[in-house]
């Protein structure tokens, strides 16, 4: 099976279970608490994050059995690993997007590159880099995951 495809294939499951994962799986007190200041916000992601990461891991292990991806599993392994990270990084904005001060290593992020007056303006302006943050990661996950043998 070609790299494509095993790309195509690893970028799919992981979109769609990123969503089980987020929606469906993590529970609420998660992600109440989860852009929280301190230890229990930081519990509360890595509680999350784990949840998460257990979804996409059980997703892309039955594809690759139903479909026959032939995944390295080192690879894979790897790719979960970025998604895990990245994911960690912009869920402790949760509910942080408009917050003044230092914030957080995302907020201050999209403040650099020029989004501060989109987040003082529009209050779904986090909500959506939040997204878009998540999507391009899983973009890069997939590449590693579906790589080479």
């Not at 195509?8 to 989860?34: F, I, N």
């Not at 998460?52 to 392994?77: E, F, K, M, P, S």
Request: proline share 3%; glycine share 12%.
């Amino acid at each position: 099976m070609s790299t494509a495809v095993r790309f195509a294939a690893a970028y799919a499951v992981l979109t769609a279970s990123h969503e089980v994962g987020d929606y469906w799986v993590q529970r609420d007190a998660e992600a109440v608490a989860k852009g929280g200041h301190g230890a229990a916000g930081r519990a509360a992601c890595a509680r999350h994050v784990a949840s998460y990461t257990a979804t996409q891991a059980v997703a892309l292990i039955a594809a690759d059995r139903a479909l026959g991806l032939g995944l390295n599993w080192r690879r894979a392994a790897a790719g979960l690993v970025v998604s895990a990270v990245t994911h960690y990084i912009a869920d402790r904005s949760g509910g942080r997007w408009r917050e003044p001060g230092p914030s957080t290593a995302l907020v201050r992020f999209a403040r650099r590159t020029g989004h501060e007056g989109w987040l003082e303006r529009d209050p779904g302006a986090g909500p959506l880099l939040d997204q878009a943050w998540h999507k391009g990661w899983t973009a890069v996950a997939a590449v590693v995951a579906g790589g080479g043998r």
